[in-house]
């Protein structure tokens, strides 16, 4: 197990993963073998007769059977599924390899040799089609770039072992001795296919996306769709392909020159065709993954039309030097396995990449164009030149490499505005699906629905220094709260000096948080200097609220490296926070786990002001989606915009790794801690600064007091928080037992922890708050959603009991609470007929949250009863401060109502 895992770690393949991987090699090892074969029938009977004519002759007659064959194939992508259409396209592909080998064993002429070119040509671009749309469907972009080089090297070797049989060939005979073999490895590849579609759901589903705000020319909408990225990789294949198919003509028809003797002749070819998919091989296995994390996708695009271009300056160099024909073959051998090896090993799967961007049904539609129309269109430019060239003699030795370097410059020009495109594919994949940016609605300066204060009021209100400390403590008033907030923004500058007095005085996180929300609606520079003064402070919940009020505010260059020193301590808090996970306790392992959450928030925030801000926010919103493609989008995003460091550690916090890979990620990047990391110190000394308060109350139990860290329970025997009061408390009640001499001195050297002990248990609740948060992480409703922020409902459970047959309320009643029953039960009646029967866990009257409307049924208590209650308006102020409560009960109560629906349309 051990030298799999190390293997399938080393070429990037993830544990879920390794079957699919293998599957798809061996399916394109088959299909290679295939191909190649019918390839070296081909080229053997070709090569026999006047290359210079036959070569450009069959170049043309293959490109206008192959755009023939894309219409069919492009006709049936529409009528048929994509598993029925890959099973039929192979045994098509299995037909017409029989059809060859009929061809190959009467047919001796030159018609029978290009038809055998043409069918080649054919089975390569079906096989082709078939299994980079299997592909395309079953892997995601980001499966894609670390995976489509791997398992499309598997034809590498099949390709190598159908040159060296190449070498074996003698005579007719020994080709249909080739296609043989070529058609039983078709039969293969079909079972493998099929293994394939069993093992997954190969379906093209339909998404939904917005309107594309620059569509295709009208003229060119028929064969790109419309999509500009689908357009410029189409004539950039289109480009490419002319180039490649000038190359090989080039090599074969030197080659040809070079040996007469028809053994002699498919030795060298054998020879150089073995050694050119061996490397590229080796490269798509070993490097290509490791090219691509370096260079990006734009330099290794661009690798083979450049390559192009200096083979043409080299060929110019050549000529003026009048160099002798061994070192020209050489130049010609060395021109076509360098560019063989870039295409098949760099070039076709990063181009591959770029398609799934788009929509299932759009990348497959695209791939269908670019392959069965624009790249045979290539070809067939290409051969028509070649074809011409023959009857110009003295032009032929100079001028293919003159529109060779044409061509590589337009591809050049195309692939460069197809990165582009691209970026904008992946921004219009993981934007808003029914808003155009044009059309969002513009800010209305509150930001948000408030109440404004009329003109008469304005003027009788004094604005004066007290009038403004008014308002902002109407901010922690219910009643007040809405005015006070639309007042402050009204009064705009006027307000800030007192707002940033109030900001920096304030311990409470709600207020903190409110302050700062009405900071991010005053557009002063002197209101986005307070929120930048609050962002660099210690405590990272004032970071958080300052970043989320200066997404309204524009970005300054000049404040770039106080963001990036930002980012950096941020990811260094992640591996701190990484090397935890790996000896916490369960308990506080679900704590960190939350806290990392809360890190990448806070990355995407200092992004927002780093980089573009719609890219950066569509970003977020795609890895936090549910469907695996919109998230790998998401992530593709980030890859093309932000450093490739900080992409490395983001992508460790966002993927499903396991730990350790995280570590390595983090280590590697930021180097590896001179000392080990001690969570439970490191919570406890940086306490409610840095972590959440159910994250600090989780460690506190956890930690080994010494005498030099003692001093650090202080803060916490003094926190506002219940939560950490108490595991603080029951911490200080452990020492005195376990080191009762350290304990001693703890107090003897605080002469109020005796004090602030008595004032503790005066005030403890008969249930703690730590049982409380466990009471609602069992109650369904609030199931999923972390105990790091079910701790901020603890302030509002009121505890109620209720003796044998107490009504709690009856039918009619207006409702404006929740109850979760914490001992006893509970029945609810409609009348005399009785509904259900609560237990400990069980909630009841959880729409009261959301709507205060008259009670549907009467709820009374079966023996004693001690229950929690929500309070609608209290539950309201929760929901508007932490957003994932509400998002939690919503999706709870919408799930409750589709097994009510399923249940009514169930037959009786």
């Known amino acids: 197990m051990i030298l799999p895992t190390t293997w399938h770690r080393f070429l990037g393949i993830r544990p879920d993963e390794g079957k699919t991987v293998w599957l798809f090699f061996l399916h394109n090892f088959l299909l290679g073998i295939g191909t190649i074969l019918v390839y070296v029938a081909a080229n053997v009977i070709l090569l026999e007769n006047n290359p210079e004519r036959n070569l450009p002759l069959a170049y043309g007659v293959a490109a206008l059977a192959l755009m023939a064959v894309g219409k069919v194939y492009t006709h049936f992508e529409h009528q048929l599924q994509l598993q029925r259409l890959a099973v039929r396209v192979l045994l098509a592909v299995v037909v017409l390899t029989g059809v060859l080998g009929v061809l190959v064993a009467v047919g001796h002429s030159v018609a029978a040799a290009v038809a055998i070119m043409a069918g080649y040509r054919i089975i390569y671009l079906l096989t082709n089609l078939e299994f980079w749309g299997v592909s395309a469907v079953v892997f995601d972009v980001r499966q894609s770039k670390r995976l489509f080089s791997l398992i499309s090297s598997g034809d590498m070797p099949a390709k190598a072992l159908g040159a060296v049989l190449a070498i074996l060939v003698h005579g007719h005979t020994d080709l249909l001795f080739l296609l043989l073999l070529a058609f039983g490895a078709y039969v293969g590849a079909l079972f493998t296919l099929r293994t394939t579609l069993a093992s997954h759901v190969v379906e093209v589903k339909s998404v939904a996306r917005r309107h594309r705000q620059q569509d295709a020319a009208p003229l060119l909408q028929r064969w790109s769709g419309n999509s500009q990225l689908v357009l410029s990789m189409c004539l950039s294949l289109m480009a490419v392909a002319a180039v490649t198919t000038g190359v090989e003509y080039s090599f074969f028809v030197n080659v040809k020159h070079k040996f007469h003797d028809q053994a002699t002749l498919m030795r060298y070819l054998g020879t150089v065709l073995a050694l050119t998919y061996l490397l590229a091989m080796v490269f798509k296995v070993l490097l290509s993954q490791v090219t691509l994390e370096r260079l990006g996708i734009r330099l290794m695009l661009l690798a083979l039309p450049a390559a192009v271009v200096l083979g043409v300056l080299v060929f110019g160099g050549l000529e003026f030097a009048a160099a002798p024909d061994s070192v020209m073959l050489l130049y ?472 044998e047959g107490q009504e709690i309320f009856a039918k009619g009643d207006l409702g404006t609470s929740l109850f979760i029953v914490y001992e006893g039960e509970v029945g609810v009646f409609n009348g005399p007929q009785q509904l259900a029967t609560f237990k400990k866990g069980d909630f009841f009257g959880e729409l009261a949250l959301l709507d205060a409307e008259p009670r549907s049924a009467t709820a009374v208590a079966h023996g004693p009863v001690v229950a929690f209650r929500l309070d609608q308006e209290d539950f309201y102020d929760v929901m508007e401060e932490r957003g994932e409560v509400l998002r939690n009960v919503l999706r709870v109560l919408c799930q409750r109502l589709r097994r009510q629906n399923e249940k009514m349309q169930l037959p009786q």
């Open 332 to 803: 010609f051998c060395g021109l076509f396995l360098g560019l063989e090896v870039l295409r098949r090993a760099v070039f076709d799967p990063v181009f591959l990449v770029l398609f799934q961007a788009l929509s299932a049904t759009e990348r497959l539609q695209a791939h269908t164009t670019a392959k069965g129309f624009f790249e045979p269109l290539g070809m067939a430019l290409a051969g028509f030149l070649l074809f011409a060239l023959h009857y110009l003699p003295e032009l032929n030795e100079w001028l293919p490499f003159v529109w060779m370097g044409l061509f590589a410059a337009g591809a050049l020009l195309f692939l460069h505005r197809t990165y582009g495109h691209y970026l904008a594919e992946l921004h219009h994949a993981v934007s808003r699906r029914f808003t155009d940016d044009a059309e969002a609605p513009a800010s209305s300066g509150t930001g948000w629905h408030q109440p404004t204060a009329t003109q008469a009021e304005q003027a009788s209100e004094a604005i004066n220094d007290d009038h403004i400390r008014q308002l902002i403590a109407g901010l922690s008033d219910r009643t007040q709260r809405r005015r006070a907030t639309a007042r402050l923004v009204q009064l705009g500058e006027t307000a800030v000096p007192l707002l940033a007095e109030a900001l920096q005085n304030t311990t409470e996180e709600v207020q903190l948080q409110r302050l700062a929300h009405v900071y991010g609606h005053i557009q002063t520079p002197a209101s986005r200097q307070a929120l930048l003064t609050l962002l660099k402070q210690p405590r990272l919940f004032g970071r958080e609220v300052a970043l989320r009020a200066l997404r309204t505010f524009d970005q300054d260059p000049a404040d770039g490296p106080m963001f990036q020193a930002l980012v950096r301590e941020e990811l260094q808090l992640a591996q701190q926070l990484l090397h935890g996970l790996a000896t916490a306790p369960t308990e506080l392992r679900r704590a960190l786990d939350y806290e990392l959450t809360r890190v990448q928030q806070r990355i995407f925030g200092l992004l927002l002001q780093l980089y573009p801000p719609q890219f950066i926010a569509d970003a977020q919103r795609g890895v936090a989606h549910a469907a695996r493609e919109r998230q790998a989008n998401a992530l593709e995003i980030l890859d093309n915009i932000i450093p490739r460091s900080l992409y490395q550690g983001l992508q460790a916090l966002l993927d499903v790794l396991p730990n350790p890979d995280k570590i390595r990620t983090f280590d590697r990047l930021l180097g590896v801690p001179a000392v080990p990391v001690d969570v439970v110190l490191l919570v406890v000394r940086l306490g409610e600064t840095t972590f959440s308060e159910w994250t600090v109350s989780v460690a506190l139990p956890h930690w080994q007091p010494t005498a030099g860290t003692m001093p650090q329970l202080l803060p916490h025997l003094s926190s506002p928080s219940l939560l950490v009061r108490e595991s603080a408390f029951a911490t200080l009640e452990q020492l005195a037992h376990r080191q009762p001499a350290l304990h001693q001195q703890l107090c003897n050297e605080n002469s109020t922890i005796a004090s602030q002990r008595m004032a503790h248990h005066a005030a403890a609740a008969t249930i703690s708050a730590h049982d409380r948060v466990q009471v609602l992480h069992h109650t369904a409703l609030f199931a999923e959603t972390p105990e790091n922020v079910l701790s901020s409902i603890v302030p509002i459970m009121k505890e109620v009991t209720f003796h």
